[in-house]
């Protein structure tokens, strides 16, 4: 794999695909400036881009600038996240915009190194906001890529077998265009991890690289359920059956509809229906979070949205 000619002709083949096959999506265009590519990117960190694509446009009309998004109250950012779920995305990605406005000028950075340092941007936002917006040459690495990577560097017997980080990120130097803007570049492999070499299933007898994938045909999926914990993630809280972050959307959502607040009885009735007096605990447990984390205020006996 780290023959010259195998790593033009993958170059080659994907690009050619990408140019064919890729979703129109508003960070893919050309007119896409550093602003939109950095609020899709944190829109992009936890929901799938045909929802991020719907939502997009509406956060952007309400907020069209760094600047604009710097004065947003957490109130106001987290109605304009409505349906995007995560709703601490909204306020840390505000938090970079005040930092933007505040420490350079309005001018979004195009140095890594620089972009780390914003609140709420972490190594792979900010290596993807230097390549999708400046084109800077730097290792991108999320999960679709490392997906594609792992299985191009060397043979993975199952589909949910991953080379470590450092063996990714070397591969992904080795294999960044020199001629071919970053951007269009992951954009490419993204697309592939995205609809072709997928996490739970793969369609190699449509991906243009099985000619010179090792795990071309051979990748198969495991038999039986690998848990969160297996897999080496922490499992995620649950209550009634579903993830704790779910619940904890479905407060904010509630909230939304009432500007004025609602009691902590009135939030349990139109969140939770009913509840045992030993899950009144966890209720009260969401609630204390949300607060902390900047998403409400609690005004006497009122849950509001933090202003």
């Given at each position: 794999?780290?023959?010259?000619?195998?790593?033009t002709?993958?170059?080659?083949?994907?690009?050619?695909?990408?140019?064919?096959?890729?979703?129109?999506?508003?960070?893919?265009?050309?007119?896409?400036g550093a602003?939109?590519?950095?609020?899709?990117e944190?829109?992009?960190?936890?929901?799938?881009?045909?929802?991020?694509a719907?939502l997009?446009?509406?956060?952007?009309?309400?907020?069209?600038?760094?600047?604009?998004?710097?004065q947003?109250?957490?109130a106001?950012?987290?109605?304009?996240?409505?349906?995007?779920?995560?709703?601490?995305?909204?306020?840390?990605?505000?938090?970079?915009?005040?930092?933007?406005?505040?420490?350079h000028?309005?001018?979004i950075?195009?140095?890594?190194?620089?972009?780390?340092?914003?609140?709420?941007?972490?190594?792979y936002?900010a290596?993807?906001?230097?390549a999708?917006?400046?084109?800077?040459?730097?290792?991108?690495?999320?999960?679709?890529?490392?997906?594609?990577?792992?299985?191009l560097?060397s043979p993975?017997?199952?589909?949910?077998?991953?080379?470590?980080?450092?063996?990714?990120?070397?591969f992904?130097?080795?294999?960044?265009?020199?001629?071919?803007?970053?951007?269009e570049?992951?954009?490419?492999?993204?697309?592939?991890?995205?609809?072709?070499?997928?996490a739970?299933?793969?369609?190699c007898?449509?991906?243009?690289?099985?000619?010179?994938?090792?795990?071309a045909?051979?990748?198969?999926?495991?038999?039986?359920?690998t848990?969160?914990?297996?897999?080496g993630?922490?499992?995620e809280p649950?209550?009634?059956?579903?993830?704790?972050?779910?619940?904890?959307g479905?407060i904010?959502?509630?909230?939304?509809?009432?500007?004025?607040?609602?009691?902590?009885?009135?939030?349990?009735?139109?969140?939770?229906t009913?509840l045992?007096?030993?899950d009144?605990s966890?209720?009260?447990?969401?609630?204390?979070?949300?607060?902390?984390?900047?998403?409400?205020?609690r005004i006497?006996?009122?849950?509001?949205?933090?202003?």
């Amino acid at each position: 794999m780290r023959a010259t000619k195998d790593t033009t002709r993958i170059r080659s083949l994907l690009l050619r695909w990408y140019r064919k096959h890729a979703r129109a999506f508003p960070w893919r265009e050309a007119s896409a400036g550093a602003y939109l590519i950095l609020v899709s990117e944190i829109m992009l960190q936890q929901t799938q881009a045909p929802r991020v694509a719907e939502l997009l446009p509406a956060f952007l009309d309400r907020f069209p600038s760094v600047h604009h998004l710097a004065q947003a109250t957490n109130a106001e950012v987290i109605r304009a996240w409505k349906g995007l779920g995560y709703n601490n995305r909204a306020l840390r990605l505000r938090d970079a915009a005040r930092a933007i406005v505040a420490d350079h000028g309005g001018s979004i950075p195009r140095d890594p190194e620089l972009l780390i340092t914003l609140p709420g941007i972490g190594p792979y936002a900010a290596a993807s906001i230097a390549a999708f917006a400046f084109d800077v040459p730097t290792v991108v690495v999320d999960v679709n890529v490392r997906r594609v990577y792992s299985r191009l560097a060397s043979p993975q017997p199952l589909t949910t077998d991953l080379l470590p980080d450092d063996m990714v990120r070397q591969f992904g130097s080795h294999m960044l265009p020199r001629r071919t803007p970053p951007s269009e570049w992951y954009n490419a492999v993204m697309e592939l991890g995205a609809t072709v070499c997928m996490a739970r299933r793969t369609a190699c007898e449509a991906c243009p690289l099985s000619s010179v994938c090792p795990s071309a045909h051979t990748i198969t999926v495991p038999t039986g359920r690998t848990s969160a914990t297996s897999r080496g993630r922490t499992p995620e809280p649950m209550f009634r059956g579903e993830p704790r972050r779910l619940w904890r959307g479905r407060i904010v959502a509630a909230l939304h509809q009432h500007p004025e607040g609602r009691t902590r009885s009135a939030v349990i009735r139109e969140v939770f229906t009913s509840l045992e007096p030993i899950d009144v605990s966890f209720v009260d447990d969401l609630l204390d979070r949300l607060i902390k984390d900047g998403l409400l205020q609690r005004i006497g006996q009122r849950y509001r949205l933090h202003e």
